[in-house]
C-alpha cells in the first residue's frame, strides 16, 4: 500500500513539494502564532520533513500511513511529550492548507498508543524554584550588575509566574510602582493570550525593591527591561534561551545539588510559586488568576505531592495516628 496520499506529490518531489508547504504554512501562520510556538513549530515541521524527505513520502498532504510510520519511527528516540507535539504541528499544517485531517485517522491513534503503552505519558516536571530554593539563590548572588539583574529576574519570574518568554518581552513602562512599594505588571501577549489583550499581576514590594536597583545600576530607562551584559556591558534585550542558564548558574553557584541544577529550567519560578501557594493552602481560584491558567490540570500536577498529604488516604493515617 502507497503511503502517500494519492492525490498528493509524486515520490520524486515529495520533499520539496512538503518543504515548500511548510514555508507557505508558517508565512500564513505567522501572525496566529506566537514567538515561540512559531519557533516550536517550524523545528517539528522541519524535523518531519526532512524524515519523509529521506524516504521519498509526501510530507503535506500526507496519508494516514505516513504519519503513522512517522509516530512510530520517532516513538523509538523520542519522549512521548516531543512526539505528541509533533503530531500536534503536523495537524495543524495540514489545517493551514486545508488539507484533511489525517493525524486524527485510526491508524495514528494507534500508533500513539502503543507508544503511550511502551513509554508512558508522564512527562518530566522542572525542578521547582520554591521559596526557600528561590531565598538560597538570592543570598549566594554577588555584588556585580549582572548579579542585580539576575535577583530581579528570579524575583519577577517568581511573583508574577511568568514563562520565559514572557519575561524578557517586559519593558520598563510594564513595571508600575504603587503605594507601599509593591507594585504591579503588564504582560501584553502570553502563550494563553496570543491576541495580546493582556493581564495584570502582582509583584511584592520587595521584587518592585530588586527591580528598581537594577534599573538604578545598569541606566536602563526605557526599552527591555531585561537585558544581555557583556563584560558589564547592557545590550538591547535578553534572549529566553538565557532564562533557564542563568536559574542554573544561580543555582550553581548556591551549591544546589547537581541534580537539582539539572532540574531547573525557565519555568522553575512558575512551578515553585505554585507549589509554595498550594503549600501555604491559597484557593485554587486565586492560585489560576495568578498564574492565568484556565483549567486546574497543570496546578495539580505541579503541586501533585503536596496533594497527595491531603488525600483520603492520607488523612485517614493521621485519623489512625500512624504519622
Not at 518543504?19 to 501562520?29: I, L, V
Not at 536559574?247 to 548556591?254: Q, S
Not at 544546589?256 to 510559586?273: D, F, Q
Request: hydrophobic share 45%; glycine share 10%; with cysteine.
Amino acid at each position: 500500500m502507497p503511503l502517500d496520499d494519492p492525490d498528493g506529490p509524486t515520490r520524486a518531489g515529495a520533499g520539496h513539494a512538503g518543504q515548500d508547504a511548510f514555508a507557505a504554512y508558517a508565512a500564513a501562520a505567522i501572525d496566529a502564532l506566537s514567538g515561540n510556538t512559531q519557533r516550536a513549530v517550524r523545528s517539528d515541521l522541519a524535523i518531519y520533513a526532512a524524515w519523509c524527505s529521506e524516504r521519498g513520502v509526501s510530507a503535506l498532504p500526507a496519508g494516514a500511513e505516513t504519519i503513522t510510520a512517522f509516530v512510530d519511527a520517532m516513538a523509538a528516540v523520542r519522549a512521548p511529550a516531543t512526539v505528541r507535539r509533533y503530531v500536534a504541528s503536523i495537524a495543524a499544517a495540514h489545517r493551514a492548507m486545508g488539507y484533511a485531517k489525517a493525524t486524527g485517522s485510526e491508524p495514528v491513534r494507534r500508533a500513539l498508543q502503543r507508544m503511550h503503552r511502551r513509554k508512558g505519558r508522564r512527562q518530566a516536571q522542572a525542578r521547582g524554584l520554591t521559596w526557600a530554593l528561590r531565598q538560597r539563590l538570592m543570598e549566594a548572588a554577588g555584588e556585580g550588575l549582572i548579579d542585580t539583574r539576575n535577583r530581579a529576574l528570579l524575583a519577577v519570574g517568581y511573583d508574577t509566574l511568568l514563562r520565559r518568554g514572557e519575561l524578557v518581552a517586559l519593558q520598563v513602562t510594564d513595571i508600575v510602582e504603587e503605594l507601599g512599594g509593591a507594585g504591579t505588571v503588564l504582560v501584553r501577549r502570553s502563550k494563553a493570550d496570543p491576541e495580546g489583550r493582556g493581564a495584570t499581576v502582582y509583584l511584592a514590594r520587595d521584587s518592585m525593591a530588586l527591580v528598581r536597583e537594577w534599573l538604578k545600576k545598569s541606566a536602563v530607562c526605557e526599552g527591555k527591561l531585561f537585558r544581555s551584559l557583556n563584560r558589564g556591558v547592557v545590550g538591547e534585550r535578553l534572549d529566553a534561551s538565557q532564562v533557564p542558564r542563568i536559574f542554573k548558574a544561580m543555582a550553581g553557584r548556591a551549591g544546589l545539588p547537581a541534580e537539582v541544577v539539572e532540574g531547573i529550567s525557565g519555568h522553575s519560578t512558575r512551578v515553585g510559586a505554585a507549589q509554595d501557594m498550594v503549600a501555604g493552602g491559597i484557593g485554587m481560584a486565586a492560585i489560576l488568576h495568578a498564574g492565568r491558567w484556565k483549567t486546574p490540570a497543570m496546578v495539580n500536577r505541579y503541586g501533585e505531592r503536596l496533594l497527595a498529604r491531603r488525600s483520603g488516604a492520607a488523612q485517614l493515617a493521621r485519623l489512625q495516628h500512624r504519622e
